[in-house]
């Protein structure tokens, strides 16, 4: 047997979707981007959406929108894609990392206070494999402390905790559409935004700071665009938009059939010695984004190689940022500063995951697991 990390649910009616944007003049952002963002914005129950090319650009360019650059510091996580730091080291603001839950992975909201400075002018929580961190206590520090929150909101379109959704509570959130995410365009990415202002700058700064896109320049009497702002090329496609509106209908159902191979997961290593799971708080509807699994720090990468051997797509979400190279030489960061995201990065195992995995792929990659971790 061979069993995928990931797969994809594209459709026929995405698919129609996208031949439909493909017969018509604008592949760019245009109408589709429009309908897009509405109804995601929606689904969400915030405010407004900004489609942008991935949640990479999308944590920049809200940063960037809240004026943070040089000189301000942006509290963090150190349990996340490189993607999370990076786009705050990318404003010229400095990432200053906090330790995470070791039961959860998410950013320990006691530990925030006292990493703020006079520099601090945001917090950047990860809402790690789906489940959104305790952002009720987060708003609370962030209130008394007159920061913003950009949510790191990669893996959590469908996140409740305590009767919140993902990005209301924050100032901004950014999701991902890369390929192996819930809702996937290839590549892509949307901000969910509070402010009718905010919104408008973002509009502009994902297109280089213009005043009007193609779409809204054609068709009219010519006229000039202007550039107000210095902005980026972070504009969302309507191919991209095309292939995503349908998926919002799908995206409560598809958890349901995560939800279902979740339970077939846990049912199947239930009781096995050496292997732990992350937890799901009470109260909280996790996104299911990732299905991982930890075992001994001695055993993992070998026990990910014999996997691997079995034909099995497998990861590490993740080793730790303050780990990497770069983050070590130019941040002067080490090894032992964040023990609970180290822990986790030293053992964790990501299986395949999706929502149409079915037993007998479920029960292959356990029985393969369970083998691995006899035999290392
Ligand atoms: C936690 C986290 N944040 C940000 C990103 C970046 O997403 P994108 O590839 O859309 O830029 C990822 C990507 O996997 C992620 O896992």
């Known amino acids: 047997m061979r069993v995928d990390f990931f797969r994809h649910n594209i459709t026929a009616a995405d698919r129609k979707a996208l031949e439909r944007t493909l017969k018509g003049l604008f592949i760019s952002t245009g109408d589709e981007v429009g309908e897009f963002e509405k109804k995601f914005a929606n689904y969400l129950g915030v405010p407004y959406a900004v489609g942008v090319t991935s949640a990479t650009a999308g944590l920049h360019l809200a940063l960037e929108a809240f004026g943070i650059g040089k000189g301000d510091e942006v509290i963090t996580t150190p349990m996340t894609f490189i993607a999370t730091a990076n786009s705050i080291l990318h404003t010229g603001a400095h990432s200053v990392f906090v330790d995470v839950e070791r039961d959860t992975g998410n950013i320990d909201a006691n530990l925030i206070e006292k990493a703020i400075t006079k ?71 949307a901000i969910s935004v509070q402010s009718a202002k905010i919104t408008k700058y973002l509009r502009q700064s994902r297109i280089h700071g213009m005043s009007k896109d193609a779409a809204e320049r054609f068709g009219k009497k010519f006229s000039h665009y202007d550039m107000h702002i210095l902005g980026w090329k972070y504009n969302m496609s309507n191919i991209q938009a095309s292939l995503l509106l349908n998926q919002i209908d799908r995206v409560e159902k598809n958890l349901k059939m995560r939800e279902r191979v979740w339970k077939m997961y846990l049912k199947e290593l239930a009781g096995v010695e050496g292997v732990s799971f992350p937890v799901i708080r009470e109260g909280s509807r996790s996104a299911l984004h990732l299905f991982t699994v930890q075992v001994a720090p001695k055993k993992r990468d070998k026990v990910l190689w014999k996997l691997e051997a079995a034909k099995i797509g497998v990861a590490v979400n993740f080793r730790p940022v303050h780990t990497m190279t770069y983050y070590k030489k130019n941040l002067g960061l080490k090894r032992g500063m964040f023990p609970n995201a180290e822990a986790i990065g030293d053992s964790v195992i990501t299986l395949p995951f999706y929502p149409t995995l079915k037993l007998p792929a479920v029960k292959y990659v356990c029985d393969s697991l369970k083998k691995a971790l006899k035999s290392t």
């Open 119 to 189: 520099k601090t002018k945001a917090i950047m929580p990860v809402h790690l494999y789906g489940q959104l961190c305790d952002m009720t206590a987060i708003k609370k520090i962030a209130r008394a402390h007159k920061l913003k929150i950009i949510e790191d909101a990669a893996h959590s379109v469908e996140a409740k905790r305590d009767g919140v959704g993902v990005g209301q509570l924050g100032d901004a959130a950014a999701f991902s559409f890369y390929a192996t995410k819930n809702m996937t365009s290839g590549e892509g990415g």
